[in-house]
């Protein structure tokens, strides 16, 4: 079992940056890839941003692509979510997720793929 505690959010202007953060803790495996989504109201889960276990590759949604940059700490069992340039449509709960499922071609684009998830934290980007 794994649980997976997101800090860093809050309100900041449009063009402003942020910082998330993902501690994961419990019984984890050596081997897992780490996961952003983002919650919108009455909306599916929106892919953000992945990392395989070992950092080697980076994945992100097209709409973040060169704003957003994901990073982790596998001696903190952390991954981290810079995000820059923020817009108003950056608004969101982020949460972070846990995937043992890495197989297939396009993984990190899927909620199917990850096995553990954060409650969230909120970002308000203000126009």
């Given at each position: 079992q794994v649980q997976l505690?997101?800090?860093g959010g809050g309100l900041v202007q449009a063009g402003g940056s942020l910082r998330l953060s993902c501690a994961a803790s419990g019984r984890t495996f050596?081997?897992?890839?780490?996961?952003w989504f983002r919650q919108l109201p009455g909306k599916e889960?929106?892919?953000v941003a992945a990392i395989t276990w070992n950092g080697g590759n980076t994945y992100y949604a097209d709409s973040v692509k060169g704003?957003?940059?994901?990073?982790?700490?596998?001696?903190k069992n952390t991954v981290y979510l810079e995000m820059n340039s923020l817009k108003p449509e950056d608004t969101a709960a982020y949460v972070c997720a846990v995937s043992?499922?890495?197989?297939?071609?396009?993984?990190?684009?899927?909620?199917?793929?990850y096995?553990?998830?954060g409650q969230?934290?909120?970002?308000?980007?203000?126009?």
């Open positions: 505690v997101e800090s050596s081997h897992y890839a780490m996961g889960r929106e892919f704003r957003f940059f994901i990073s982790r700490n596998n001696a043992y499922s890495t197989y297939s071609d396009d993984w990190y684009k899927s909620a199917d793929s096995d553990y998830w969230g934290t909120q970002v308000t980007v203000s126009s």
